[in-house]
């Protein structure tokens, strides 16, 4: 069973985040998706996060899932439309196939171990119609990881300042996340950390756990929106 490490941030987890081009990546997410499976109708996105994926991908009869209830209600608010079920991605069992199954911002790679994450994508090639495909967007690998790398970001809103900070470390074939939050609000401040522990997979690895689960892995598939990505399709027949 994964650990959650989202728990107290999860209520502004959108805003320490809001560097990103959430609007740009979900575009290229769109023409990425309309590439690989044309004919999709259907779409399960694994470890969802907040749902920012979710709320663009419209065109889909979609479902949501993650770890995290806390993520999740956020998740509710902005998509209160789309079926979200708090689930363990290693144990992911939901009442239905899809067309297409995501799995964005490397958190496969929070499955942590070689056995998680074959875990993993098995549970996700097991929601997958004929013809289907998953889509997992990796974490670095042993030989991207920058061991002893110190992140620091800083945003703000008009209720609250919040300031993080890591130094990330590698511990064997697992990185490690220690993430110090700063939260300021009118009532005074706060400081606690989460761990965030993931798994430094090999190209190799991901490749042969897709091709354990049974799927045709997408040789060269080209990025998304600038970030490496495994294609993977479920036979027919």
């Avoid at 650990?3 to 941030?9: D, F, L, Q, V």
Wanted: glycine share 6%; aromatic share 10%; charged share 25%.
């Amino acid at each position: 069973m994964m650990a959650n490490p989202y728990t107290r941030s999860a209520e502004f987890y959108d805003l320490i985040y809001e560097f990103r081009d959430i609007p740009g990546l979900n575009k290229a997410l769109i023409r990425y998706l309309e590439e690989h499976v044309p004919e999709a109708r259907s779409l399960l996105d694994v470890a969802c996060g907040t749902g920012q994926q979710l709320e663009a991908l419209t065109m889909y009869d979609r479902m949501g899932t993650d770890l995290s209830a806390d993520i999740l209600a956020v998740a509710a608010e902005r998509v209160p439309d789309v079926p979200l079920l708090v689930q363990d991605m290693l144990e992911l069992d939901v009442p239905r196939r899809f067309d297409a199954v995501i799995c964005l911002a490397s958190s496969i790679a929070y499955a942590k171990i070689t056995e998680g994450l074959e875990r993993a994508v098995s549970r996700m090639a097991a929601h997958l119609e004929p013809g289907g495909a998953v889509f997992i967007e990796p974490w670095f690998t042993p030989e991207q990881f920058w061991d002893g790398h110190l992140a620091v970001r800083h945003a703000d809103n008009d209720t609250m300042h919040v300031s993080w900070m890591y130094r990330q470390e590698r511990h064997g074939l697992v990185s490690v996340l220690p993430i110090h939050y700063l939260v300021g609000r009118a009532e005074g401040v706060e400081h606690w950390v989460e761990v965030h522990e993931l798994g430094l997979f090999t190209d190799d690895q991901y490749t042969s756990a897709l091709r354990a689960a049974g799927l045709e892995v997408v040789s060269d598939p080209g990025d998304l929106f600038g970030r490496k990505m495994y294609v993977a399709h479920k036979p027919r027949g």
